[in-house]
């Protein structure tokens, strides 16, 4: 079945750094979007794209749908301790079902 | 109250109990899902309604069975679960079951002895 890659699977970020993720698939989607967990809580809507070459920006969030429809990324600028959580990208295609990542882990350092 | 609702937030049930998850959404959407969450997985779709119509069933065992009496409520009836069964069940709901927006509850952390 169709299966998206996300990488890096955690990360150890100082305070202040920026943060790049990305999800890769090997098949065209039509729509991305990228959620956020936290501990305890569903995932919650961060940013959705529909067009490939899009680029959205949601406050520090930035998300761009890669121009091969099969891929995208999200970046977080100045990350703050409140950014700590789960990040899971997902994407839409024809058939209409939702495919899902594993999730990257961020974690600050202490 | 607001949002998708999912009570209980925690369960601990025997292999022999019935039990029943219930989901309520607050956003006048039209599609309601149950998903399993299980650690460093991938979110697996379990059942998809539409307008109390069930769209999608993605091989999920018998054990779990689900109801949706009206677009607002949803509902997970379990039984003779198995220890593998110990997931978050997170409840999500969107416009329209084509829909790519989803919008999640709080998860019930279901563990069974």
């Known amino acids: 079945g169709q299966q998206l890659n996300q990488s890096p699977q955690s990360m150890f970020i100082q305070e202040g750094e920026d943060v790049s993720m990305n999800c890769t698939s090997s098949s065209i989607f039509n729509t991305w979007l990228w959620y956020k967990q936290d501990p305890g809580e569903g995932p919650v809507l961060l940013i959705a794209l529909y067009k490939a070459g899009e680029l959205t920006s949601n406050g520090r969030l930035t998300a761009q749908f890669g121009i091969t429809r099969k891929d995208s990324f999200l970046n977080i600028s100045a990350s703050i301790p409140s950014d700590v959580g789960i990040y899971f990208c997902?994407?839409?295609?024809?058939?209409?079902?939702?495919?899902w990542g594993a999730g990257t882990k961020l974690i600050i350092k202490p | 109250e607001t949002g998708v609702t999912q009570t209980p937030r925690h369960l601990v049930m025997g292999m022999t109990n019935k039990k029943s998850l219930k989901c309520e959404q607050h956003l006048g959407h039209n599609a309601m899902y149950w998903y399993k969450q299980s650690a460093k997985k991938p979110l697996e779709l379990m059942f998809v309604?539409?307008?109390?119509?069930?769209?999608e069933n993605n091989s999920v065992p018998s054990r779990f069975s689900p109801e949706c009496p009206n677009s607002s409520h949803l509902f997970l009836h379990l039984h003779t679960l198995q220890p593998e069964d110990s997931a978050l069940y997170l409840c999500?709901?969107?416009?329209?079951?084509?829909?790519?927006?989803?919008?999640f509850g709080q998860g019930t952390r279901l563990t069974v002895v």
């Open positions: 309604y539409s307008l109390e119509e069930r769209v």
């Open positions: 997902a994407g839409q295609g024809d058939n209409y079902q939702l495919i």
């Open positions: 999500a709901s969107s416009q329209e079951h084509r829909g790519a927006e989803a919008f």
